[in-house]
């Protein structure tokens, strides 16, 4: 099966996402790509306003629009989106959290997968603007099982081996990776090190890089570092992206994963 990793920058406004993400999607498909991810907030870049005044559920414009060219193209699309969660209290405010979603649609598909590890790290609380999802989700393209996950997920390896045991050939994960020292090679390292944890291939697909390899290691806020990379199940990385704006494309062959696990059975221990 051909996949395709979207790399591009978000920006703020729903209707400007939409027009940059359906015209990816028409390209890679009109490269034969039956499975298309695209990154995390692809819906609404983040620090580019409130995640909940645009926010929306699958009847929303954002999902309505990639379900109808995937749906038209044959194809099943992968991408990150907000959709509305619930109201908590912090520090005597009311909030609006939103769920940090993965929209996976197509013909016969149209649900979410929420993120289920939110970024409570470095000094940041994600938890306290989006609600953690509770369950993983897979799903069938072309013969083959697929699993999702969402950018810090991907630090958590039983997570990423719970789908393996599940079935999952392949893991999407649509990404928003925040730029700073090291952080190119540690996202390098964690997706080559979940494909070794489960004998999977793994997608991920990363916000490109604002000012390209210019503004490579500076902080930047969550926006991507770029480096879209499909590793295959024996850790080989076996396509990369820069750090610029590209869509990366690859092959799986489940007959890889075959072969990966039963030279390392290491999901019958765990």
């Known amino acids: 099966m051909k996949v395709a990793a979207v790399q591009f920058i978000a920006t703020g406004r729903v209707s400007d996402n939409i027009e940059l993400a359906c015209a990816r999607i028409r390209e890679a498909a009109g490269n034969s790509a039956q499975l298309?991810?695209?990154?995390?907030?692809?819906?609404?870049?983040?620090?580019?306003?409130?995640?909940?005044?645009?926010?929306?559920g699958l009847d929303g414009k954002f999902a309505t629009a990639l379900h109808d060219v995937a749906s038209e193209l044959g194809v099943v699309v992968v991408a990150g989106m907000f959709r509305p969660a619930d109201q908590v209290e912090r520090d005597g405010k009311t909030l609006n959290r939103v769920y940090n979603s993965s929209l996976i649609t197509g013909r016969d598909v149209h649900k979410f997968y929420d993120k289920v590890h939110t970024y409570d790290a470095f000094n940041f609380r994600e938890s306290d603007t989006v609600k953690p999802g509770e369950k993983q989700v897979l799903f069938d393209v072309a013969g083959v099982t697929v699993g999702v996950a969402n950018c810090f997920d991907i630090r958590f390896p039983a997570f990423f081996q719970q789908m393996?045991?599940?079935?999952?050939?392949?893991?999407?994960v649509p990404t928003s990776w925040h730029d700073g020292p090291g952080k190119t090679d540690q996202w390098r390292l964690l997706n080559t090190a979940r494909a070794i944890d489960t004998t999977c291939y793994i997608l991920g697909?990363?916000?490109a890089k604002p000012g390209g390899e210019a503004e490579?290691?500076?902080?930047s806020g969550p926006t991507g570092v770029g480096h879209s990379v499909l590793v295959d199940?024996?850790?080989?990385?076996t396509a990369e992206a820069g750090y610029d704006e590209e869509i990366l494309y690859g092959e799986v062959d489940p007959e890889e994963v075959?072969?990966?696990?039963?030279?390392?059975?290491?999901?019958?221990?765990?």
């Open 233 to 237: 199940p024996h850790g080989v990385r």
């Open 205 to 207: 697909a990363d916000q």
């Open 216 to 219: 490579a290691g500076n902080d």
């Open 36 to 56: 298309i991810v695209l990154p995390e907030a692809s819906s609404q870049a983040f620090e580019t306003g409130r995640l909940d005044e645009q926010a929306e």
């Open 258 to 270: 075959r072969k990966a696990r039963k030279a390392l059975p290491i999901l019958d221990q765990v």
């Open 164 to 172: 393996a045991k599940d079935g999952a050939e392949l893991i999407v």
